[in-house]
């Protein structure tokens, strides 16, 4: 069992945990007293931990000495625009199954959805409470970071290596010794000509020759950066 603290929850004594963690520890897995729990704070520390008392309110925890755990090389920065429906959180999900570090969300001249404000603040907001669902399952201890950028331009940083997903190239993702890693896909329309133009610094590849979907796109290109490193 894994649950997510706060980074300055995570020390070595006894912990008392409420809310959230503390149902799906006493209520979804069923924890008893001395049951064993991994606490990662979502920044690259975990501990163990063994349970020594659950109430309505709280479980209580012993906790051992935390260690820190190596983040993964190259560091994968995933650049996806707005998907339709629950395809997104779909897509969220599996980036961080596959190995995203970064997650940024950005909003693509042909994408269906267009979001700002409250709706926009909300949506992130739930997108990172699925990439921390997927963290837990998937054995992470960073959890990817999820945040929304106002243009193309801002969700493409000026360092590493920065690769465009266009199904119309013949040429192989290959990322050699880079420690940074960008991949910038596309909506369900496509790249426009505009922001192909302005993505004229990165190195446009495909992915075979079937074109997959904009939620599809990341994830296979993660996962053969992953599969590249081994990391």
């Given at each position: 069992?894994?649950?997510?603290?706060?980074?300055?929850?995570?020390?070595?004594?006894?912990?008392?945990?409420?809310?959230?963690?503390?149902?799906?520890?006493?209520?979804?897995?069923?924890?008893?007293?001395?049951?064993?729990?991994?606490?990662?704070?979502?920044?690259?520390?975990?501990?163990?931990?063994?349970?020594?008392?659950?109430?309505?309110?709280?479980?209580?925890?012993?906790?051992?000495?935390?260690?820190?755990?190596?983040?993964?090389?190259?560091?994968?920065?995933?650049?996806?625009?707005?998907?339709?429906?629950?395809?997104?959180?779909?897509?969220?999900?599996?980036?961080?199954?596959?190995?995203?570090?970064?997650?940024?969300?950005?909003?693509?001249?042909?994408?269906?959805?267009?979001?700002?404000?409250?709706?926009l603040a909300a949506r992130i907001a739930k997108l990172a409470a699925a990439a921390q669902a997927a963290a837990r399952q998937c054995g992470c201890a960073?959890?990817?970071?999820?945040?929304?950028?106002?243009?193309?331009?801002?969700?493409?940083?000026?360092?590493?290596l920065c690769i465009v997903l266009d199904p119309s190239s013949n040429r192989a993702l290959e990322v050699g010794g880079a420690t940074y890693v960008t991949?910038?896909?596309?909506?369900?329309?496509g790249l426009s000509p505009e922001e192909l133009e302005s993505l004229t610094a990165c190195t446009a590849v495909g992915l075979g020759p079937r074109i997959?979907?904009?939620?599809?796109?990341?994830?296979?290109?993660?996962?053969?950066?992953?599969?590249?490193?081994?990391?």
């Amino acid at each position: 069992m894994r649950i997510f603290v706060r980074p300055e929850m995570l020390d070595e004594g006894m912990l008392a945990i409420t809310g959230d963690e503390h149902h799906y520890l006493s209520r979804v897995r069923r924890a008893r007293p001395g049951d064993t729990v991994e606490l990662v704070d979502g920044a690259g520390r975990r501990a163990a931990a063994t349970i020594t008392a659950i109430t309505d309110g709280a479980t209580e925890l012993a906790v051992g000495a935390p260690e820190a755990v190596p983040a993964a090389v190259p560091l994968v920065r995933a650049a996806i625009p707005w998907i339709k429906g629950d395809r997104m959180e779909w897509c969220i999900e599996k980036l961080v199954e596959a190995g995203a570090d970064q997650i940024v969300v950005w909003p693509a001249a042909r994408a269906v959805v267009q979001l700002d404000g409250d709706r926009l603040a909300a949506r992130i907001a739930k997108l990172a409470a699925a990439a921390q669902a997927a963290a837990r399952q998937c054995g992470c201890a960073h959890v990817p970071s999820v945040a929304a950028a106002a243009s193309l331009a801002a969700a493409v940083p000026s360092d590493g290596l920065c690769i465009v997903l266009d199904p119309s190239s013949n040429r192989a993702l290959e990322v050699g010794g880079a420690t940074y890693v960008t991949l910038v896909s596309g909506p369900e329309g496509g790249l426009s000509p505009e922001e192909l133009e302005s993505l004229t610094a990165c190195t446009a590849v495909g992915l075979g020759p079937r074109i997959v979907r904009a939620e599809t796109a990341p994830v296979l290109a993660t996962a053969l950066v992953r599969a590249q490193t081994r990391t």
